[in-house]
């Protein structure tokens, strides 16, 4: 088995965003996952039997907290016994000979056994047995006053009862009914078992022919009213049809009638196209007109053509004239005039052809009335044609109905006659009940298996709904299709024990990101904006750390907190705002070197406490320029002029100048200082922010233009982390201590 990385070590293109993921192979994740499992473990179910392998501890507690109380209520409830007799159903009927023969009808003996055990567990038999119960208690010398004369409410509480814990089963095979009792004691269930047994027998004598007979007389009052009710919706039908001139409530007339609606409307569309096109002509002829010009079909015709070349004719004569003779000669005067005679009649013609159009225009508004009037004619047409072909549907389909009706009294009067001729169905028992010392409840087997099945249940609903949560990135394979953006480092949680572990595990973990962004190679000076969605995900931790890492690399660093603070810096120390504002301040700082001791860098954050304080030696190769007050009290000074000057001297006096931004969706700085960045990370705390915060903090930095380069998640439980991956358990901490306390 070969050891798969969080992030291996090689560059991998997205074929969705075109961007490089560089993935670290050993030191992002120092517990190294197992690779191996098929790839058609990927699937749903894979990720499924995941998440109940994680919460196998809730899922068992559940399990054993069900048996627990299955068991409690299997040792706590009261024992049930259960008594059976068998009841038979003879069909056969007696032989006037005095044998016995089957009877003549075909019936179907199953439906017939099936309404004998109905017959017994109906409330009728439960009632007479209720009472007849109810009877012997109140002979008996010591019944109570109760027992005497039971209210309403208790006898029908009784009889519920009884109900309930009767069981009628019946085998159509062997037409046998099985009727069951269970109660606390072996005698009483054998004792009210025989008591339904015997009702049910003793009942079976009101079954007579009597019912049967009345029920055909019913059958044929009702057929009688039934075939007057059809022969009167025949007539009605047949004389709606006579008077509407409608045969047959076929789909052939109404699609004649719609293929008319369809061509007139083909019409009424070409008759308005038409009008259309002949006012669109009007209108470019009198604006052709209006702008002293001829319209091009009107200059089409021969008339106006031969006017055009008149008119044509009698301007080159008064321009030779004009050449020849003077302005005021006689000839050229007469060939003026001439002139404006060939345009009077060329206008004069012009008029009378827009005259013409505009005819063309009302008989085109004519034409599509009249085809319009038409349309609504056909259309009231196949509307009324329709209204009266439902109407003859519905007085057909009532006789349809009633027809339907009486075919199904005839079929039941002729059962019903039937009936009435046989003999009541003839009834023995075959086995009386006897007690059953033997429990039958409860099954402690049953219920222990279905108490541990529901729980199991239960857990995994449990499961889903607290999976199906959003509690934040859980893969680094979830990053890049939420964000856009690919993972590039995973930051472990700093773990209780030695420090000397945590230190080394999150440098090489940074270490790998910084050469996965070329952040250690020599040349321009890069800037590095760290950003975040909500504030508290790490990114202070991480810019630093970050720093920390370079400076042991030989980079000159400078970090620029652009963090806004609850409360002003009285420190005395030069802020950002001072070095923005002002260049002295900026050159002397920027070439005077650190202004903070080792010490106060590791103070100024509380999350990197835990950590040892740089060496005076690094720590002179580290410059911080922190912000002195909130947003509103130096947000004027953020601003692309006032910054540019800041970045351009920092790049000429640092190798790297790391920038870390207010929370995206809280201000807007980081729009701003990505401007100036060359590299934007975006930090997101592990399992914790959830992924729709941090999609909307992408989208906003996308939205202005923003590419973030990756993403880096923080406080990562790697054991946790483990768990969403894999089903086998991560190396143990103490392999880990040992490594880095024999190679660090």
């Not at 919460?55 to 209520?73: E, S």
């Not at 062997?174 to 269970?182: A, V």
């Amino acid at each position: 088995m070969q050891p798969t990385p969080i992030n291996p070590g090689k560059r991998t293109a997205s074929p969705s965003e075109g961007r490089v993921k560089v993935m670290n192979w050993a030191f992002q994740n120092p517990i190294r996952l197992e690779d191996g499992a098929p790839r058609h473990f990927e699937h749903v179910g894979y990720e499924a039997g995941l998440a109940l392998w994680r919460r196998r501890r809730m899922i068992a507690g559940l399990i054993v907290l069900a048996l627990l109380g299955a068991a409690v209520f299997v040792l706590l409830s009261a024992k049930r016994y259960t008594a059976t007799a068998l009841v038979q159903i003879d069909f056969s009927r007696d032989d006037p000979a005095g044998g016995r023969r089957s009877a003549g009808l075909p019936l179907d003996a199953s439906a017939l056994v099936e309404t004998e055990a109905r017959f017994v567990r109906s409330r009728t038999i439960t009632r007479q047995v209720a009472e007849q119960l109810a009877a012997e208690e109140a002979a008996k010398p010591d019944a109570r006053p109760s027992d005497i004369a039971p209210s309403p409410a208790q006898r029908e509480a009784q009889i519920q009862e009884l109900m309930r814990n009767l069981t009628v089963r019946n085998d159509s095979r062997s037409y046998l009914i099985e009727i069951g009792y269970t109660a606390g004691s072996p005698d009483k269930a054998a004792e009210i078992a025989n008591r339904f047994a015997d009702t049910y027998l003793a009942n079976r004598g009101e079954t007579s022919s009597a019912s049967s007979r009345r029920a055909a007389e019913w059958y044929s009052d009702q057929i009688e009213v039934t075939r007057k009710s059809l022969e009167q919706a025949e007539w009605s039908a047949a004389e709606y049809r006579r008077s509407s001139g409608i045969v047959e409530t076929g789909t052939e007339g109404a699609a004649l009638l719609q293929q008319r609606m369809r061509e007139i409307s083909s019409q009424a569309s070409a008759a308005t196209l038409a009008r259309v096109n002949e006012e669109s002509r009007l209108q470019r002829a009198k604006q052709a007109v209006a702008e002293g010009n001829i319209p091009a079909d009107i200059a089409a015709l021969p008339q106006i053509q031969r006017l055009i070349e008149s008119r044509e004719a009698a301007r080159r004569q008064v321009s030779t004239l004009a050449a020849a003779t003077g302005e005021r000669h006689p000839s050229v005067i007469q060939a003026r005039t001439l002139q404006q005679e060939a345009e009077a009649r060329l206008q004069t013609e012009v008029t009378n052809a827009l005259a013409t159009i505009a005819e063309d225009v009302k008989s085109a508004k004519r034409v599509e009335e009249e085809i319009e009037a038409g349309a609504s004619k056909a259309k009231s047409t196949l509307i009324d044609t329709r209204g009266r072909e439902a109407e003859l549907r519905t007085l057909q389909g009532r006789a349809d109905a009633l027809r339907e009706r009486l075919k199904t009294l005839n079929e039941g009067h002729m059962q019903a006659r039937a009936l009435a001729e046989l003999k009541p169905v003839a009834a023995q028992i075959m086995a009386a009940a006897e007690p059953n010392q033997v429990p039958t409840g409860p099954k402690k087997g049953l219920t222990l298996a279905l108490a541990g099945i529901g729980a199991a249940a239960l857990g995994g609903l449990l499961t889903f709904l607290l999976e199906r949560r959003d509690l934040g990135f859980r893969k680094e394979e979830e990053v890049l299709p939420t964000t856009g953006s690919p993972c590039i480092g995973m930051l472990p949680a700093l773990q209780p024990g030695d420090a000397r572990v945590n230190a080394a595990t999150q440098r090489e973990t940074l270490r790998a990101i910084i050469a996965s962004q070329h952040l250690a190679e020599s040349g321009s000076a890069k800037v590095v904006l760290m950003t975040s969605a909500l504030p508290e995900q790490g990114k202070s931790q991480v810019l630093h750390d970050m720093a920390h890492c370079l400076v042991e690399m030989g980079r000159r660093v400078l970090i620029v907190d652009a963090s806004p603070r609850s409360e002003i810096d009285s420190t005395g120390k030069v802020a950002l705002e001072d070095v923005i504002a002002g260049s002295a301040a900026r050159k002397r700082v920027l070439e005077g070197g650190r202004q903070w001791t080792p010490a106060e860098v590791t103070a100024r954050n509380p999350l990197l406490r835990r950590r040892a304080p740089p060496a005076v030696g690094e720590s002179r190769h580290l410059s911080i320029l922190q912000r002195r007050g909130g947003l509103s009290d130096s947000g004027p000074a953020f601003s692309p002029a006032t910054l540019a000057d800041l970045v351009t001297e920092a790049r000429s006096s640092f190798d790297v100048v790391l920038v870390e931004a207010p929370p995206v969706l809280l201000a807007a700085d980081a729009l701003i200082l990505a401007q100036f960045a060359d590299i934007v990370l975006h930090a997101a705390r592990w399992h914790d922010t959830p992924k729709a915060t941090v999609a909307a903090a992408m989208k906003r930095l996308y939205d202005g233009a923003v590419r973030v380069h990756g993403v880096i998640l923080t406080q990562v439980d790697m054991e946790r982390y483990e768990s969403f991956r894999s089903f086998r358990a991560p190396p143990s901490a103490r392999k880990i201590r040992k490594y880095y306390a024999d190679f660090d």
